[in-house]
């Protein structure tokens, strides 16, 4: 199995751009998250899927984010416009629910930075 | 809600010594429980998780952890540490069979002195 593809890798853009970022997750799972990291706030939970349907959206910092999951292998996490304090490591991470409990398996995450 | 508080921001150590990272966490249930470790510009990988049943967990790399339900704890242990371990180590908790994100401590920065 390929693991969680995310894309793109690194991403520069200017203040009030919009930015997308992807993921692919692994094949089977059906729970979908997508987290945040910075060395203020570490990793953020902020929103979550099953079975493509968005579960808790409640870390969603802003309006300006919204996130989507139109099929089992694709989500987008995108923010509308884009800020400064936007900027940080965007992991996605997929899993399938076993005996009660999900084993997150991470993407290799998205490095956002906004000039 | 839940939380996990490491802390040890930094921890140095010798190649070869033993290492033991420190994990505390806040749930009022049953909780189950992860260490992942991150390698710069990486994502997390899995060394191990606690669901139930035995309260010492081994894991990937030679690691282990301890379930300590009176003490909140999990901490990660490794009897003798080589250069390659040097990484962000995050400890996390999630609710047995509720809500399904999991909740991340801050990390701890390992170093290791050659």
């Known amino acids: 199995d390929a693991g969680v593809i995310q894309s793109p890798r690194h991403e520069v853009t200017e203040m009030g751009q919009e930015v997308t970022l992807r993921c692919k997750p692994i094949s089977g799972h059906d729970y979908l998250f997508w987290y945040r990291q910075t060395m203020m706030r570490g990793l953020e939970l902020l929103i979550y899927f099953n079975n493509n349907v968005p579960i808790d959206d409640s870390g969603m910092p802003e309006d300006r984010f919204s996130a989507k999951m139109p099929n089992a292998s694709f989500s987008t996490l995108k923010i509308q416009p884009s800020e400064p304090r936007d900027s940080a490591v965007y992991f996605c991470?997929?899993?399938?629910?076993?005996?009660?409990?999900?084993?997150?398996?991470f993407g290799a995450g998205s490095r956002l930075t906004v000039l | 809600a839940q939380s996990v508080t490491q802390p040890d921001i930094h921890i140095t150590v010798s190649e070869g010594a033993s290492l033991e990272l420190r994990c505390n966490y806040s749930y009022g249930a049953t909780p189950y429980l992860f260490w992942y470790v991150q390698s710069p510009g990486q994502g997390l990988q899995l060394l191990l998780k606690y669901f139930s049943g035995d309260t010492l967990v081994q894991g990937i790399k030679g690691f282990e952890a301890e379930f300590k339900r009176s003490q909140s704890s999990f901490n990660l242990r490794k009897p003798s540490v080589h250069w390659s371990d040097a990484a962000e180590y995050f400890c996390a908790v999630g609710a047995w069979g509720g809500a399904d994100g999991l909740t991340f401590g801050k990390g701890t920065h390992l170093i290791i002195q050659p």
């Open positions: 991470a997929s899993s399938r629910r076993t005996s009660g409990a999900n084993v997150l398996t």
